[in-house]
Nanobody, 124 residues
Framework: QVTLVESGGGLVQAGGSLRLSCADSGRTFSTYTMGWFRQAPGKEREFVATITRSGGITYYADSVKGRFTISRDNAKNTVYLQMNTLKAEDTAVYYC?????????????????WGQGTQVTVSS
């Protein structure tokens, strides 16, 4: 069973940085492809970044490419999202998610386990 808990959200000025963490309390974290998604008010949940089981492959949405970095530490059962040069349009609730699929995916339906979300607010 996978239980995901996000942390690290908050209020930051435009141009600033935040690092989100997502910890899994289970014992099978390294067998899951992990992803980050976000949802702004009135909008659909959108893909942000994903990383394969070993961390060897990462993939990003065009809107965050070059500014965000996804990484994972399987020894700590944790996936991270380093967010730099934040913009007002990055404001959203950020969710981490786990997928049993071995290849990465950008589709929310591919991820069977979700955290509760953490709010990121970027002031302009």
């Amino acid at each position: 069973q996978v239980t995901l808990v996000e942390s690290g959200g908050g209020l930051v000025q435009a141009g600033g940085s935040l690092r989100l963490s997502c910890a899994d309390s289970g014992r099978t974290f390294s067998t899951y492809t992990m992803g980050w998604f976000r949802q702004a008010p009135g909008k659909e949940r959108e893909f942000v970044a994903t990383i394969t089981r070993s961390g060897g492959i990462t993939y990003y949405a065009d809107s965050v490419k070059g500014r965000f970095t996804i990484s994972r530490d399987n020894a700590k059962n944790t996936v991270y999202l380093q967010m730099n040069t934040l913009k007002a349009e990055d404001t959203a609730v950020y969710y981490c998610a786990a997928s049993i699929r071995p290849t990465y995916s950008i589709v929310p339906a591919a991820f069977g386990f979700w955290g509760q979300g953490t709010q990121v607010t970027v002031s302009s």
